[in-house]
């Protein structure tokens, strides 16, 4: 738990269950540290957070081409003197009917940015402790103890403990067991991850987040570190210091 005063920031504690057979089986009980799991939830953040995910890989491809890319002649439309109407130079100016446009936009336009580091950080802590606080955080000894590859094993547990309707799984390795690859497959609402991958835009589409204890004490490391970490701003200034050499 490293320094933490229970007295002051009390520790938060979940089961650890079995995903022997459907029905819950409760194993021990695992503390969980305050700072990552029971912070109180920014929801700024979190809505950051999602916009951030949601648009960088947005492209706006609209394009619409000036006077001088419009196809056609560049001839007058009448004589420069002797008409009596105003001059004009072509019938490709913006004024005239399907004319070329003054500022309009010229894709393609990404709207990727960088969202900063502690945001992202902090975002991640906030869902963290939202799921726990609302009850949609369960912890699970191992993915191993799965009997079966049958995707119908999988919906009845998760409907005998109340999980779901859509439900995540996270463990440490991308290498998921045999059983519960084959068995949550042919299920849309169901789908596993690594903890790198881990992210505040699956968590908010996933109503129940399963963790087994080796992703619950990975997690704890990598976001207390980043928390705790005191070189932030010496990493920064070697990054943008490359960047001035690059240029």
């Known amino acids: 738990m490293g320094n933490v005063n229970p007295m002051v920031t009390p520790i938060r504690e979940v089961w650890v269950e079995s995903m022997c057979s459907p029905e819950s089986q409760k194993l021990s009980i695992v503390p969980l540290h305050p700072s990552v799991f029971g912070a109180f939830p920014r929801v700024d953040l979190i809505q950051e957070n999602h916009k951030w995910q949601t ?26 003197k002797g008409t009596g109407r105003a001059r004009a130079k072509g019938v490709r100016a913006p004024q ?7 500022v309009g936009p010229r894709g393609p ?11 992202r950080v902090k975002g991640l802590i906030s869902m963290l402790s939202a799921k726990l606080a609302q009850d949609d955080l369960k912890v699970v000894d191992t993915l191993d103890s799965i009997p079966t590859d049958n995707s119908e094993y999988m919906e009845e547990l998760c409907s005998a403990r109340g999980w779901g309707p859509s439900v995540l799984f996270v ?7 045999r059983n519960i690859s084959l068995a949550t497959h042919p299920i849309q609402h169901m789908n596993l991850m690594p903890v790198y991958g881990l992210n505040v835009f699956s968590m908010l589409k996933h109503e129940t987040l399963v963790l087994t204890l080796d992703a619950v004490q990975e997690i ?5 570190f980043q928390l705790r970490r005191t070189d932030l701003w010496d990493v920064m200034s070697k990054i943008k210091s490359s960047k001035t050499l690059r240029m």
């Open 55 to 80: 648009l960088y890989k947005h492209i706006d491809w609209k394009w619409l081409p000036t006077r001088n890319e419009l196809p056609g002649t560049t001839r007058k439309p009448w004589p420069q």
């Open 96 to 102: 005239w009917k399907n004319g070329g446009w003054v």
């Open 109 to 119: 336009r990404t709207y990727f940015y960088i969202l900063p580091f502690p945001k």
């Open 171 to 177: 463990d440490t390795s991308h290498l998921f067991p």
């Open 220 to 224: 704890e490391t990598k976001l207390l």
